[in-house]
């Protein structure tokens, strides 16, 4: 299926699309997969390329995408990356909210108080 002597990675990328449009459960996603990645690696002896993992992995999550309020009513959230920055940009070390005056903590932390800590800090 994924031979050396000719192009594997356009062929696991055909079979990344094949399998992506299949509509099934999330436990044989995850099975299929897992038997897509592990034939792969066994026949050509290389990880996949990074893109068509994350392809896979979206394909495994497509689910739980659309969850309004996924953060606050699951434990261990799925953040993308631009979600990830945002919330890594809103939060502050609780070390530094000492440093803050009991009128900011409570208003709350505004960017140009946690500006200021970084500079001291």
Same mark, same amino acid.
């Given at each position: 299926? #994924?031979?050396?002597? *000719?192009?594997? =990675?356009?062929?696991? $990328?055909?079979? !990344?699309?094949?399998?992506?449009?299949?509509?099934?459960? %999330?436990?044989? &996603? @995850?099975? $299929?997969?897992?038997?897509?990645?592990? $034939?792969?690696?066994?026949? @050509?002896?290389? !990880?996949?390329?990074?893109?068509?993992?994350?392809?896979?992995?979206?394909?495994?999550?497509?689910?739980?995408?659309?969850?309004?309020? =996924?953060?606050?009513?699951?434990?261990?959230?799925?953040?993308?990356?631009?979600?990830?920055? !945002?919330?890594?940009? &809103?939060?502050?070390?609780?070390?530094? %909210?000492?440093? #803050? *005056? !009991?009128?900011?903590? &409570? @208003?709350? @932390?505004?960017?140009?108080?946690?500006?200021?800590?970084?500079?001291? $800090?």
């Amino acid at each position: 299926m #994924f031979s050396t002597e *000719s192009n594997y =990675k356009a062929s696991f $990328a055909k079979a !990344v699309d094949l399998l992506t449009t299949q509509h099934m459960p %999330v436990q044989w &996603r @995850v099975k $299929a997969v897992d038997d897509l990645i592990e $034939a792969y690696v066994k026949q @050509v002896g290389e !990880v996949p390329n990074e893109r068509q993992l994350e392809r896979l992995t979206n394909y495994i999550l497509r689910d739980s995408k659309n969850q309004p309020d =996924k953060v606050s009513k699951t434990e261990y959230p799925e953040l993308n990356e631009t979600q990830w920055k !945002v919330r890594s940009n &809103r939060e502050i070390p609780l070390e530094q %909210v000492g440093n #803050f *005056s !009991v009128e900011t903590k &409570r @208003v709350g @932390v505004r960017f140009k108080h946690r500006d200021k800590c970084r500079r001291t $800090a």
